[in-house]
Each structure stands twice: as C-alpha cells, then as structure tokens.
C-alpha cells in the first residue's frame, strides 16, 4: 500500500489541514480523512485540536488514510476493494493510542493534529504553520489535553481530582479560594481536607498522573494558554475540563501537607504550569527564562514554542526557520533583541561551558537547563542603552567601561549567593 502524500498548503489563502477520524469499533484499524481548510477570525470550521506528547519517533504505527473522493467507506475485510484506494500513514505510537481512544463508534470527530495536519518533513510549512498555531488552538472549538491511556490507577487520580475541582473555585491572582456550594464546608479548614478522604492510595495515583511526560513537554505551554477554558483534560476514559483540574492542582499544592517527595515535586511543577497560563507574559526573555526546564524533541522549538505567548510587538519579528541550525536561531534571538530593545540583558542567561556547537559565549544556550542562576537585577549601564554591534565569526563588539581585571575563577561557587552585611563574608563571597 502506497505511503500519504501531502498536497501543499496555500498559505496565502490560510489553509490547515484537519484529519477526520472515521467510526468504528475500539479493535478496529485506525481509518482517517485528510482535508484541507481555511481558518480565518471570519471562517472557522468545528474542530477540536490534541495537546499531547509525540513519543518516541522510532516506535511507530501505520494509520490509512482515505482519499477525499470516496463519499461512504467501509472496512469489515482483508479483501474489502475500497482498500485498494487507501494510503497509509505513519504515526508515533503514543498519537495511535489516543487516536484509538478519541474515536468515537457511530459518528466522526473532526481533529487537528500537529504531526499528522503538518508535513513534517518540509521545513517552510513547519515554520509557517507554527505561526498559525495560536488561530488554531484560540479558534478550536475544544482543546484535549491527552494525558495518556488508563493506567491501574489513573481513574483513581482523574475521579479524585475531577471531584475535588468541582467543588471550588480559585482566584489565582489573590491566591485565594471559595467553595462553590454554601453548605460545603471552608476550602481552607481541616474539616474540608478531612472531607475529601485523600488516602494514602489516592496521593500515590495522583503521584502518577502528575508523573506522565505531558507536564514536561514544552510545547502544551503554549497550546494550554491558548485554549484557557476550552481544554479538557483526558486520560484513558476519563476526562474533565481543564478548570476542575487546575483548581485541583491549586488546592493540593497548598493544603495537601504530603510526605512524599515525589509527590511534592510533581505537584509544584504542575502548580507551576497552571500558574504560568493565568500570568501576564509580557516579554520573550522572561518566557524563555521560564520554561527552560521543559523539554521539546528540537532545540530551535525553544524559541518557536514560545513565540505566540507573547504579545506580536515582543516577538522580535521572529519566523520560525527549520532550515537554521540551533546556535542560528539562539544567535538571532539575541541580535534581534539587541536590535530592538538597544539592551545585552540576555548575557544575564550565558552560562560557563556553553554547550552548543560553533556558538559564541555572548549567546545564551536555551537548550540547558543550567544549574547556575540568572544574575539578579543586572543593571550597570543603568538605563542607558547598549551600543553593540554584530561583526562576523561570533564576534560581538560592545562599548563598555573598563573597571578591573579577572584575576580568578571558581566553579565551585553555592547555586546561591546569599546577601549579607557582614563585610568580611562579602569579601569571602566576592569573586573579581
């Protein structure tokens, strides 16, 4: 059977792709259309788009793919003709799995799905359509956040979490909470946690769910804060919307009194998440500073993950580009920052050794999670502006003013500098 061929978008006219999942029973193979749209603020079909994580792109499934020709399709047997009209597909396994679940048995689900409504292998629609993601997740009619498939004790989790978020609302500006009935007990008493009976069973389910690698994977930070209200959280069977969840991640993180390490860890970085998407994002740097610790399968996503979180005027006039190389894309978030803003606040992120390859050390590595620090408030040219300028081959020239020398380096220096009075600690801590 002949592998899907992709037909090139028209950009100009807006166009996305969006895969139609055919009915049929849960053993049954996977049979999808594949049609092309336009999406604009005045013309927007139904759909709903997938946040989830592609997997390993070595363990894969064949899907087929039915040509838009054919009106009706079946697929009872092996030796069923319309087959021979079919291409087929392939997909990561984790994306066959929710396909799986996702479908529905007597009607069809309309969906966009990055690594099938994209050409993958061609770089410019890549980048373009990346720039298109924010009208995809903000105009979808439903976002599903796919955690994964059912686990032994993932309904536990999902039913817990699902409760519990549905009887309290949360002000996460004020950081406060309320519940939503007058006759619940305070969401702040012990009589409210006591009430919610959190066995030692329960926390480890949650452990768990909090555990699976959509919470670390870059890009759902931006398909999470387009969709705000209209993400579902799904996982195998079960589902709830994002609200429930993130109102239940809120409570916990403050009034769970867990033991557990594990679970203390998963659940701050979850309540850091659901933080980030009710906070005002008003700059790139800070973006990127952020979400550091997530992780993306291509380094250049670093920047291009982000963009859209951020207001146009601070993308910096940003395309996404596959065809450059990851040190390019660093380099050129730099350079255009420097450009727009006259500012080097960006040497505050270079760290020492700068891993990436044939990369100046003036340019940040987004792509590691250093273990050393932003420098806090660094602001010796006060509020003048920074005049520097590209020559070539890495080298950045900068006007500066001349104070000392480097007389010494150490590595071995605390994560954290501690401040202090104490002038002969100053001295002990000042490296020159």
């Known amino acids: 059977m002949a592998p899907y061929r992709y037909a090139p978008l028209n950009e100009k006219a807006k166009e996305i792709r969006l895969l139609t999942l055919l009915p049929d029973h849960s053993e049954a193979p996977i049979c999808i259309k594949i049609e092309t749209t336009v999406l604009s603020d005045e013309l927007s079909p139904d759909f709903e788009a997938l946040s989830y994580v592609w997997g390993d792109g070595s363990d ?92 032994h004790d993932s309904a536990v989790a999902m039913n817990f979490i699902r409760n519990l978020g549905g009887r309290i609302t949360v002000d996460w500006g004020l950081r406060k909470l309320a519940a939503v009935s007058p006759d619940d007990f305070d969401p702040s008493s012990e009589a409210f946690l006591a009430d919610l009976q959190l066995s030692p069973q329960i926390s480890l389910s949650i452990r768990d769910l909090l555990s699976r690698s959509w919470f670390e994977r870059l890009w759902v930070v931006q398909e999470i804060c387009l969709a705000q209200e209209r993400a579902y959280v799904m996982c195998g069977s079960e589902d709830m919307t994002h609200e429930f969840f993130s109102n239940a991640i809120f409570y916990l993180s403050l009034h769970g009194h867990f033991d557990e390490e594990r679970l203390k860890i998963t659940l701050r970085k979850a309540y850091q998440l659901m933080k980030f998407i009710k906070m005002p994002r008003i700059d790139l740097e800070w973006v990127l500073y952020y979400t550091r610790s997530s992780q993306c399968s291509d380094e250049r996503d670093r920047v291009y993950a982000v963009l859209s979180l951020v207001p146009k005027k601070k993308r910096l006039g940003i395309h996404p580009d596959y065809t450059k190389s990851v040190s390019e894309v660093f380099r050129d978030l730099f350079l255009r920052r420097l450009k727009r803003s006259s500012t080097l606040s960006m040497l505050t992120y270079c760290t020492i050794p700068n891993h990436l390859l044939n990369s100046p050390t003036w340019v940040p590595d987004w792509s590691t999670n250093s273990e050393i ?60």
């Open 60 to 151: 894969r499934q064949d899907i087929f793919v039915v040509p838009e020709i054919l009106k009706r399709w079946k697929l009872r047997r092996k030796t069923n003709p319309i087959r021979v009209f079919f291409t087929i597909l392939s997909i990561t396994c984790n994306l066959f799995e929710a396909l799986k679940y996702l479908r529905y048995e007597d009607r069809p689900r309309v969906i966009w799905v990055d690594a099938i409504s994209v050409n993958q292998r061609n770089p410019e629609e890549r980048g373009n359509q990346v720039l298109r993601m924010p009208d995809i997740y903000s105009l979808a009619k439903r976002v599903i956040v796919w955690l994964g498939p059912e686990s």
């Open 373 to 432: 620090e932003q420098v806090p408030l660094a602001l010796a040219g006060l509020d003048t502006k920074a005049h520097a300028y590209y020559i070539s081959k890495g080298i950045l020239a900068a006007t500066g003013v001349l104070v000392t020398e480097v007389r010494e380096v150490k590595t071995d220096l605390p994560r954290r500098i501690p401040y202090t009075n104490d002038e002969s600690a100053r001295k002990e801590l000042r490296v020159i």
